[in-house]
């Protein structure tokens, strides 16, 4: 089974600049769409950015512009450099895969807070 591990989150003001990174373990069959997803307190779970396998790229139309995502398919890491950071984006933002057998895998998440 995938495992994800998620690092790089932490506390920026406004304007400010984070990169989280996502490892994924225990890979088989390779790995199709990696991306992020976020949650802040009393919201539902969004999806913050998506990558394939052959590097297409979906955004949330909130972040587009600010945030860049990217890949690297033979480490099977996924990175989310966030630029321009607004209060708004404060959440925790959970890093996730589909792996080439099916399913989805979920890192643990990493807390993001962008004060004004």
């Known amino acids: 089974q995938v495992q994800l591990v998620e690092s790089g989150g932490g506390s920026v003001q406004a304007g400010g600049s984070l990169r989280l990174s996502c490892a994924a373990s225990r890979v088989s069959f390779g790995i199709n769409n990696m991306g992020w997803y976020r949650q802040a307190p009393g919201k539902q779970r969004e999806l913050v950015a998506l990558?394939?396998?052959?590097?297409?790229?979906n955004y949330a139309d909130s972040v587009k512009g600010r945030f860049t995502i990217s890949r690297d398919n033979a480490a099977n890491t996924v990175d989310l450099q966030m630029n321009n950071l607004k209060p708004e984006d404060t959440a925790a933002y959970f890093c996730?895969?589909?792996?080439?057998?099916?399913?989805?895998?979920w890192g643990q998440g990493t807390q993001v807070t962008v004060s004004s």
């Open positions: 996730f895969a589909n792996p080439g057998l099916g399913g989805t895998a």
């Open positions: 990558i394939s396998r052959g590097a297409g790229t």
